[in-house]
């Protein structure tokens, strides 16, 4: 239990200052769980805590709490400049004695004493930095679970279309009358989707853990790793009303890659194209090359990357228009290519969908 005087605002008034304020303080008692002010309530006094502890919190429905406060501090004190509803609400954790000063008498007071109305300003400054500290965590953690939130829905929606897969053909593996040829075939196609899975769950934790992406690169022949990736890449497409092209045949070129790593980039971003086009549509690949490097363009005909994110389209958590996209499958695909020697680009053109395209270095 303490006294006005050695309450650390009032600790450097003049004793007749001190004789002034005794007169016009009140003292109130409260049991514990009882309201002292309610939020919306008008301002009409400042309270200092005589005894006990004083709960400050906010918000209709489930409560916030601001700070516990005990002998010594102030509350209440913003109705001191301004005559406005309270904005908290303040209750006794435990039975509590505070100070009350009402508002008229309290002003006239610091009217009389500058000194005392320097020491209330520094006060509520310090009562306002606290405040915005406190809804800066409160933000930082509620902006922390949406992306926890909108990462687990975005993990959930790039699992969905192999497994679609694995279920379509784990019914056709199982039908009587099938043919060993398509027993066989189904098997595969169950073993690929398998693999892509644990590739996919791979490269997102290497990428939320911050290492390097390596691929296994290896001499391959490129021309042979698409015609067979784009038969899985059909089917999936399929599931979503849309075609896959294959523009020419692809130039006898050899290429280092990792065929696991870089069949990501190619799911990755047939399955944004395919999102993109909810009415079904076309994918066309094309491919070129030079005598440095072998270039692969995939193009649909949706609408195209949105203006919003176009210098923005490969950094981590950026999407747009996916109901659960994380933003984490263009970010991988860059560091998949890169990690293969290449470079990977996106771009619109009048009258035409996105343009993705992305170079691989040729073996030496």
């Given at each position: 239990?303490?006294?006005?005087d050695?309450?650390p605002?009032?600790?450097?008034l003049?004793p007749?200052e001190?004789q002034?304020l005794r007169?016009?303080?009140r003292e109130?008692?409260f049991?514990?769980g009882?309201?002292?002010?309610?939020?919306g309530?008008?301002g009409d006094g400042v309270?200092?805590v005589?005894?006990?502890?004083?709960?400050?919190?906010s918000?209709?429905?489930?409560?916030?709490?601001?700070s516990?406060?005990?002998?010594g501090e102030?509350f209440?004190e913003?109705?001191?400049?301004?005559?406005r509803?309270?904005?908290a609400?303040?209750?006794?954790?435990?039975?509590?004695?505070?100070?009350?000063?009402?508002?008229?008498?309290?002003?006239?007071?610091i009217?009389r004493s500058?000194?005392?109305?320097?020491?209330?300003?520094?006060q509520?400054?310090?009562?306002?930095?606290?405040?915005?500290?406190?809804?800066?965590r409160?933000l930082?953690q509620a902006?922390s679970l949406?992306?926890i939130?909108?990462f687990?829905?975005?993990i959930i929606h790039e699992l969905?279309?192999?497994?679609?897969?694995i279920?379509?053909?784990?019914?056709?593996?199982?039908?009587?009358?099938?043919?060993?040829?398509?027993?066989?075939?189904s098997?595969?196609?169950?073993?690929?989707?398998?693999?892509?899975?644990?590739?996919m769950v791979?490269?997102?934790?290497?990428?939320?853990?911050?290492a390097?992406?390596?691929?296994?690169l290896?001499?391959?022949?490129?021309?042979?790793?698409?015609?067979?990736?784009v038969?899985?890449?059909?089917t999936?497409?399929?599931?979503?009303?849309t075609?896959?092209e294959?523009?020419?045949?692809?130039?006898?070129?050899?290429?280092q890659?990792?065929?696991r790593?870089?069949?990501h980039?190619?799911f990755?971003?047939?399955d944004n194209?395919?999102?993109?086009m909810?009415?079904?549509?076309?994918i066309?690949?094309?491919?070129q090359s030079?005598?440095?490097?072998?270039?692969?363009e995939?193009?649909?005909t949706?609408?195209?990357?949105?203006?919003e994110i176009t210098g923005r389209l490969f950094?981590?958590?950026v999407?747009h228009g996916?109901?659960?996209?994380?933003?984490?499958?263009?970010s991988i695909?860059?560091?998949i290519?890169?990690?293969?020697?290449g470079?990977?680009?996106?771009?619109?053109?009048?009258?035409?969908?996105?343009?993705?395209?992305?170079?691989?270095?040729l073996a030496?």
């Amino acid at each position: 239990m303490i006294t006005l005087d050695v309450i650390p605002l009032f600790r450097h008034l003049k004793p007749a200052e001190l004789q002034a304020l005794r007169i016009i303080a009140r003292e109130r008692r409260f049991n514990t769980g009882q309201e002292i002010f309610l939020e919306g309530e008008p301002g009409d006094g400042v309270y200092f805590v005589k005894d006990g502890i004083v709960e400050i919190s906010s918000g209709k429905g489930g409560r916030h709490v601001f700070s516990r406060l005990g002998p010594g501090e102030i509350f209440g004190e913003m109705a001191v400049i301004e005559d406005r509803p309270r904005s908290a609400t303040a209750s006794a954790v435990q039975d509590s004695e505070v100070y009350f000063l009402p508002r008229d008498e309290m002003l006239a007071f610091i009217e009389r004493s500058p000194r005392l109305a320097f020491a209330l300003l520094q006060q509520i400054s310090l009562r306002l930095r606290e405040f915005n500290q406190f809804h800066l965590r409160e933000l930082i953690q509620a902006e922390s679970l949406a992306v926890i939130g909108r990462f687990a829905q975005g993990i959930i929606h790039e699992l969905k279309n192999p497994l679609s897969i694995i279920s379509l053909s784990s019914e056709m593996f199982d039908m009587p009358g099938v043919s060993p040829e398509i027993r066989a075939k189904s098997l595969l196609r169950i073993r690929k989707q398998v693999e892509r899975i644990s590739d996919m769950v791979s490269d997102i934790l290497i990428f939320t853990q911050g290492a390097k992406m390596d691929a296994d690169l290896k001499p391959g022949d490129y021309r042979a790793f698409i015609l067979e990736l784009v038969s899985d890449l059909r089917t999936e497409a399929a599931l979503k009303s849309t075609q896959i092209e294959m523009e020419q045949v692809l130039p006898a070129a050899p290429v280092q890659f990792d065929p696991r790593r870089l069949s990501h980039v190619f799911f990755n971003i047939v399955d944004n194209a395919t999102d993109a086009m909810p009415n079904g549509g076309t994918i066309f690949l094309r491919f070129q090359s030079n005598k440095n490097e072998i270039i692969t363009e995939i193009e649909d005909t949706g609408p195209g990357i949105a203006p919003e994110i176009t210098g923005r389209l490969f950094h981590p958590f950026v999407t747009h228009g996916k109901a659960h996209g994380m933003g984490l499958g263009l970010s991988i695909c860059k560091k998949i290519v890169e990690g293969h020697g290449g470079q990977i680009f996106a771009r619109n053109e009048p009258g035409r969908g996105a343009i993705f395209s992305f170079t691989l270095p040729l073996a030496k």
